[in-house]
């Protein structure tokens, strides 16, 4: 279709309305412009046509909601959710409700790769393609090494330190400590490491056996000194997010009988006896797993 003044092509305006309710929420006309990016009066225009054809309903009280032909849809399509999809929706919820850029990386080499939803934007876009940070200078990359095998986080050393602002950690030994603290909290931050008045703070993110898959980042301005207020957000986020990629990957290995055997990361030891961590567990997948979005 073709593009209107604002650069934006009818399709992908429809599809930034429909994505509007990927949770399955009813909605009013006000949160799906503001989602959408759109002018009310252009959403309400597309989101008549969508009531028109069914793909929409609106509700008594005027809001709107899935209509019936695009529940047929999904009802003879469904699928098991992927770990991006899984990701998208968390980093929906998190963002909307503390209002800050937040992110869901994993490793690639010795950089982290990662989606971002930004605060009052259209849904996460589930690409993980060219959107590639250090992992030494981020929240997300200390999390994920932490829970990594010595040969991950000796390949990010060997590539080098690289200094990113005056905070940045530039030394082994340095990094090792954070990383042990790390293990033991399950929270990683960084203050202003890779950007000046740029802060963050992480969260690892297991399936069950406690390997770590990725890592939730929420990013914030300033020196840092108010991660602590919003740990406790993303530690929720993460631990939901793990919760529901177990849940999800006993499914596959129960429909599929196989395991599926990725590249090796470190068992959490500390956390065995804990619900949903309990046992060795097969290896976590891979970054190629990850990137198509592969749970077994």
Known sequence: MSNSVDGRSVTSKLAAIIRAFSTGEVHSLSHIARVAGLPVSTAHRLTS??????????????????????TEIGVQAWHEPTIREHARRVLDDLSAATRA????????GPAVSYVE???????????????????????????????SGPEIVNEVIENGLNQFTPFTVVTAAALQRELKITRMTQVAMTRQELNLNTSAVAVPVFIG???VVGAIELTTTGAGFQLHLLQSAVLVAARGLSRELTASRCRNLTGAGTLHHGSGVRTLEASRGRPGFVGAG?????AQDLTSGKLA
């Open 49 to 70: 046509e969508l009531v028109e054809w069914e793909f929409l309903q609106r509700t008594g009280d005027k809001r709107y909601c899935v209509g019936p032909f695009l």
């Open 101 to 108: 850029t937040v992110r869901f990386g994993f490793l690639k």
């Open 117 to 147: 939803k930004r605060p009052n934007t259209r849904p996460v876009d589930t690409s993980f393609e060219c959107r590639d940070l250090p992992a030494h200078a981020t929240a997300m990359g200390k999390a994920l090494l932490a829970f």
């Open 209 to 211: 056996g406690g390997q």
């Open 282 to 286: 097969p290896a976590a997948p891979s």
